[in-house]
């Protein structure tokens, strides 16, 4: 049975920086991933120093090669089933029903955001519709950005993107729901608000141009920044039984372990910023804090063993013949 030091599931900043910390401690690694990373659409990433504005498949791709460097072993599969043993180690099975097992599992799968049904979207994401102005409003400063806020208030996105540029404009398509106090405020900003149903995103080469409304109205616009949502990419961590925020973020300490003991998450899918730099972040401390709990397990598993060899075995994982080895105890 081949058993793991790690698994991590999802191959994104989190998890490959996970990934390279654990290789360079000469962990048996294996990382899954399916190719979802949020930003994949965006036109580069920025605020992460010496990086600014790299394309995010290529950042991905240069991570992928720096995990083979440490000997990190990379499936591109999706995990769908996850659960701890009673012995304490976790399997997880991929979508062909493959079973792999670990001493610990690192979920860092993400989040995806939940893009608005608007025609035309799909071809402006991520060059000039975007979702975070910190990612992206440096690069359409001083020009016409558009706000679309229907399913959610975008009350402090309008305002908070008064900071790259004077001239905002305020989308509901089709929902009144601003406060008198609100829509007063925004007069004061000399924001406006429309509040009539768009038709259509018009542009070309992801560059948008103009908004369309139904009733043929058009307002121009160089960007439109969205609030909508967004959903856990994956179901694992509920599977496992971590707790999770009303918001349904996974609760981690400042450690990035969860409530089950073994099971760690980094990155988005955790309640902290959204950011790749703090993902990454993310992924080498949660690395750090596995590989002290895999010394302080080694140095007593050795010590039972050695008491085990003379005795009754102890609960746990020496009760599991499939893994009790000399590879799981090298030091023996
Ligand atoms: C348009 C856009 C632009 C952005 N721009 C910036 C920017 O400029 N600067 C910045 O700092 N941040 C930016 N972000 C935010 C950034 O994308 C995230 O903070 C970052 O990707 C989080 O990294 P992560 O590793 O937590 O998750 P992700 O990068 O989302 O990676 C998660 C990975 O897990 C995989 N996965 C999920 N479920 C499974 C499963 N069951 N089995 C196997 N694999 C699985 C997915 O395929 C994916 O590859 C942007 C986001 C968007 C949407």
């Known amino acids: 049975m081949n058993l793991y030091d790690v698994i991590i599931v999802g191959g994104g900043p989190a998890g490959l920086n996970a990934a390279v910390v654990l290789g360079r401690c000469q962990r048996k690694v294996l990382l899954f991933d399916t190719g979802k990373q949020r930003n994949k659409h965006s036109h580069g990433i920025h605020n992460y120093l010496t990086r600014d504005g790299i394309l995010p498949g290529y950042m991905i791709s240069l991570a992928q090669k720096e995990i083979k460097k440490y000997g990190v072993s990379f499936l591109k599969k999706e995990i769908v089933n996850a659960a701890k043993e009673k012995t304490g180690i976790f399997l997880v099975k991929d979508n062909n029903g493959t079973s792999y097992y670990a001493k610990k599992l690192l979920i860092t799968t993400g989040l995806t955001d939940k893009l608005p049904s608007l025609n035309g979207i799909k071809r402006f994401y991520g060059k000039s519709v975007f979702h975070c102005p910190y990612c992206d409003a440096w690069e359409v400063r001083n020009k016409k950005i558009g706000v679309y806020a229907k399913n959610k208030n975008g009350f402090e996105l309008a305002l908070s993107l008064r900071t790259w540029s004077k001239t905002i404009i305020y989308f509901t398509d089709g929902k009144k ?156």
Do not use: W
Request: hydrophobic share 40%; net charge positive; glycine share 6%.
């Open 177 to 332: 729901y601003l406060s008198l106090k609100e829509l007063d405020i925004l007069k004061q900003y000399k924001i406006p608000v429309i509040t009539d149903a768009i038709e259509k995103l018009k542009g070309s080469g992801g560059i948008l141009k103009t908004i369309v409304m139904k009733n043929n109205r058009q307002y121009p616009c160089d960007a439109l920044f969205f609030v909508n949502g967004y959903a856990q990419q994956s179901h694992l961590v509920e599977q496992l039984g971590c707790n999770m925020s009303k918001k349904k973020m996974i609760i981690t300490n400042k450690f990035q372990q969860t409530n089950v003991s073994g099971i760690y998450v980094a990155g988005d899918a955790d309640k902290d910023v959204h950011f790749v730099v703090i993902a990454a972040a993310e992924g080498a401390k949660a690395a750090i804090i596995i590989n002290k709990e895999l010394q302080k397990e080694e140095r007593l598993n050795r010590i039972s063993l050695l008491k085990y060899q003379k005795s009754e075995p102890d609960k746990g994982i020496l009760n599991d013949k499939r893994f009790v080895s000399s590879s799981y105890f090298p030091e023996l």
